[in-house]
């Protein structure tokens, strides 16, 4: 079992920066791939970017690659997710995510979910 809870989100000027986090709970973290997703009103939850278990694998949306950077630290037990030159089309509800397993992008295939920390981003 894995708890996890995202903080950081807020409200932000178009190319500005967020640094969301996610601090997990549970002794076998180190073993989870984790992820991040998104979700605006109306809208599917979609994919932004994951991570492998030992972080030597990512991935990234393309709507996010360049400007987004996911890092995890097994001994801190958190995720990262770093966001540079925001744009109003990055508003969402961000969630972390976390699936035993390789690194994927569908939400169905992760588990173990956040609360959702909000993102708004002023043009």
């Known amino acids: 079992q894995v708890q996890l809870v995202e903080s950081g989100g807020g409200l932000v000027q178009a190319g500005g920066s967020l640094r969301l986090s996610c601090a997990a709970s549970?002794?076998?973290?180190?073993?989870?791939?984790m992820g991040w997703f998104r979700q605006a009103p109306g809208k599917e939850r979609e994919f932004v970017t994951s991570?492998?278990?030992?972080?030597?694998?990512?991935y990234y949306a393309n709507s996010v690659k360049g400007r987004f950077t996911i890092s995890k630290d097994n001994a801190k037990n958190t995720i990262w997710l770093q966001m540079n030159s925001l744009k109003p089309e990055d508003t969402a509800v961000y969630y972390c995510?976390?699936?035993?397993?390789?690194?994927?992008?569908?939400?169905?295939?992760?588990?173990?979910w956040g609360q959702g920390t909000q993102v708004t981003v002023s043009s």
């Open positions: 995510a976390a699936r035993y397993g390789p690194a994927t992008q569908a939400p169905s295939q992760y588990a173990y």
């Open positions: 549970g002794r076998t973290f180190s073993s989870y791939t």
């Open positions: 991570t492998s278990w030992n972080g030597g694998s990512t």
